[in-house]
């Protein structure tokens, strides 16, 4: 994720609905069963149950930072260059070939793939996906208020053009020279739409996808929180293997584990730390986890609180905070304890900077020498259900109330379901607040530049103050800090014009040395990627990035 739209309008961030469904209303998969159509690899069909935390808010890519709505958008459309299953290298999408040279990218298209539609595949689709998503003046664009915040800083703020030569190839020509812009290419939000499907459905894109993906929408029951997708059998690529999905809800990790275990789900995510020993405990489903490219944060809203402007009284939080502890204790082996805005597998880690250390005496003496030594009130905001990055918010967020009770400051929880979660901080209406972020790309852009930087020039940043208000045209709402540091701010726009990757590495380790010293966020966590697969599942790749790579399952015997 790069920085935010150029309005108020945020990243619906991780749309995942939040109302926890119960266990009863999970499909019953049909292991090897479903229809009589006889999918690749000799591998009968059947229904593939993926159970998570939240529903889904929207199944428009473009209206959505969502990493719960793209579970469900991946299966749908493609994008133009992908991610390998399981890993951060790039490959193949539905173009062949890329090249990026300064500032121009050409790409060759991939021939005879239909949407599912029945329309074909060409150029002019992505051109249209692209004005859709990021040009006011195109006669198809649904709203300011409609297009996520990655219309800005996926492909908005770096493309100054897009020109097709012929029906399958395509010329970008970039604002600047853009390290990141190959695998923003290859995030969710830079799916391709059918032009005619554009043209034809509008916002209602968002319940009626129409994609070049491996499986097509069938339908979304909303009061029971489950969309149900079936097996495209046009589908250019390999798979699917199975001739349905159904993707449903249920809000209590410790359920979902069960749903696991009972044979109701066949793959689960969002698990904690006691949800995890269920699964591994089950003799009918396995726990496969692998290293998450992610960051949990408790965000200071600068512009909204006036005391958290002050660099001392954000060290004192973050030094009263026992950020230890809430990993070890209640996060117990699923995650380690954060330092910095990026994990050690992204580049431009700082092997050098320590997490804060929990220290409460030089906590008090800072707010003390800030003038705040008789204490203030806040308000926490936290999402209710889990997050990878942040498993079990209630009990995170007793720990840092208790905390800095500890040290005079009294925290008022305030806890909701997520996407009025989202709305609410996307408007800056939180003092503080739980957040997260699971990468886009596996670029330290897609967390520096996308979460830290304000979006706007550094000569709109008043003079010696270092943040800006929501209402800062251009404001980044990624940015939930309301953070403007302009030396800061230099370093991630030096490193993304830089193609050079230690050079690179070296503006990343600075930029995170600073982001440490200043403080706009308690550093949390960076968690596993834990997923809970049945014993029947094959093929099942615990994705970093993009996925769930669902075409590649099919459905055994178990």
């Known amino acids: 994720m790069t920085p935010n739209d150029t309005t108020t309008t945020r990243r619906s961030f991780l749309k995942a609905a939040g109302g926890a469904a119960a266990a009863a209303t999970v499909a019953t998969p049909v292991a090897g069963g479903g229809t009589d159509a006889a999918r690749q690899d000799g591998q009968q069909g059947g229904l593939l149950t993926y159970a998570r935390g939240?529903?889904?808010?929207?199944?428009?890519?473009?209206?959505?930072?969502?990493?719960?709505?793209?579970?469900?958008?991946?299966?749908?459309?493609?994008?133009?260059?992908?991610?390998?299953?399981?890993?951060?290298?790039?490959?193949?999408?539905?173009?062949?070939?890329?090249?990026?040279?300064?500032?121009?990218?050409?790409?060759?298209?991939?021939?005879?793939?239909?949407?599912?539609?029945?329309?074909?595949?060409?150029?002019?689709?992505?051109?249209?996906?692209?004005?859709?998503?990021?040009?006011?003046?195109?006669?198809?664009?649904?709203?300011?208020?409609?297009?996520?915040?990655?219309?800005?800083?996926?492909?908005?703020?770096w493309v100054e053009s897009v020109e097709k030569d012929g029906d399958f190839g395509l010329t970008i020509e970039l604002s600047q020279r853009y390290a990141p812009f190959l695998r923003n290419l290859a995030m969710f939000a830079s799916a391709v739409l059918s032009e005619q499907a554009i043209q034809n459905l509008g916002q209602d894109l968002s319940e009626q996808p129409v994609g070049t993906g491996p499986f097509q929408f069938e339908n979304w029951d909303q009061g029971n929180q489950q969309i149900r997708l079936s097996a495209y059998d046009d589908y250019w690529g390999e798979g699917p293997q199975v001739d349905e999905?159904?993707?449903?809800?249920?809000?209590?990790?410790?359920?979902?584990?069960?749903?696991?275990?009972?044979?109701?789900?066949?793959?689960?995510?969002?698990?904690?730390?006691?949800?995890?020993?269920?699964?591994?405990?089950?003799?009918?489903?396995?726990?496969?986890?692998?290293?998450?490219?992610?960051?949990?944060?408790?965000?200071?809203?600068?512009?909204?609180?006036?005391?958290?402007?002050?660099?001392?009284?954000?060290?004192?939080?973050?030094?009263?905070?026992?950020?230890?502890?809430?990993?070890?204790?209640?996060?117990?082996?699923?995650?380690?304890?954060?330092?910095?805005?990026?994990?050690?597998?992204?580049?431009?880690?700082?092997?050098?900077?320590?997490?804060?250390?929990?220290?409460?005496?030089?906590?008090?003496?800072l707010l003390q020498e800030a003038g705040y030594g008789d204490g203030f009130e806040f308000e926490l905001a936290t999402f209710q259900n889990p997050r990878t990055?942040?498993?079990?918010?209630?009990?995170?967020?007793?720990?840092?109330?208790?905390?800095?009770?500890?040290?005079?400051?009294?925290?008022?929880?305030?806890?909701?379901?997520?996407?009025?979660?989202?709305?609410?901080?996307?408007?800056?209406?939180?003092?503080?607040?739980?957040?997260?972020?699971?990468?886009?790309?596996?670029?330290?852009?897609?967390?520096?530049?996308?979460?830290?930087?304000?979006?706007?020039?550094?000569?709109?940043?008043?003079?010696?103050?270092?943040?800006?208000?929501?209402?800062?045209?251009?404001?980044?709402t990624l940015d939930v800090a309301a953070w403007a540091n302009t030396d800061f701010m230099d370093l991630t726009e030096r490193a993304q014009r830089t193609y050079d990757s230690e050079e690179r590495a070296n503006l990343y380790r600075q930029a995170g040395q600073l982001a440490r010293d200043e403080a706009p966020w308690v550093f949390m966590d960076h968690a596993k990627e834990l997923r809970g697969v049945h014993n029947r599942v094959d093929g099942y790749v615990v994705e970093v990035i993009r996925g769930p790579f669902l075409r590649l399952v099919s459905l055994g015997g178990g």
């Open 389 to 476: 990055y942040n498993p079990n918010p209630q009990q995170a967020a007793q720990v840092v109330k208790s905390n800095l009770a500890d040290v005079g400051l009294t925290v008022t929880i305030n806890r909701m379901p997520f996407n009025p979660f989202l709305d609410y901080t996307d408007q800056g209406k939180h003092d503080a607040t739980f957040l997260g972020w699971m990468t886009d790309n596996a670029d330290p852009d897609n967390f520096y530049f996308a979460l830290l930087h304000p979006g706007v020039s550094q000569d709109d940043v008043p003079e010696g103050q270092d943040w800006v208000s929501w209402d800062t045209e251009g404001f980044n």
């Open 245 to 365: 999905v159904v993707f449903t809800a249920i809000g209590q990790n410790s359920t979902r584990a069960q749903a696991l275990d009972t044979g109701e789900a066949d793959i689960i995510d969002g698990l904690g730390a006691q949800s995890s020993q269920v699964v591994q405990q089950s003799n009918n489903a396995e726990l496969r986890e692998k290293a998450g490219i992610n960051i949990g944060y408790m965000a200071f809203n600068m512009a909204n609180f006036e005391p958290f402007r002050d660099r001392r009284v954000r060290r004192a939080i973050s030094l009263a905070i026992n950020t230890e502890a809430i990993v070890n204790n209640i996060f117990r082996g699923i995650a380690e304890q954060a330092s910095q805005p990026i994990p050690s597998n992204v580049l431009g880690y700082n092997e050098e900077i320590d997490p804060y250390p929990y220290n409460p005496e030089r906590a008090q003496q």
């Open 54 to 157: 939240n529903d889904s808010g929207t199944l428009d890519p473009q209206a959505t930072t969502s990493g719960e709505d793209a579970k469900v958008t991946n299966q749908v459309y493609d994008t133009l260059i992908e991610f390998e299953p399981g890993k951060a290298s790039l490959t193949e999408g539905l173009a062949t070939e890329w090249n990026l040279e300064e500032t121009t990218t050409t790409l060759t298209l991939r021939e005879g793939v239909q949407f599912h539609n029945g329309e074909q595949f060409t150029a002019d689709d992505f051109i249209a996906t692209f004005r859709r998503f990021t040009d006011p003046d195109f006669e198809f664009f649904p709203g300011q208020e409609y297009v996520s915040g990655y219309s800005s800083f996926t492909l908005g703020d």
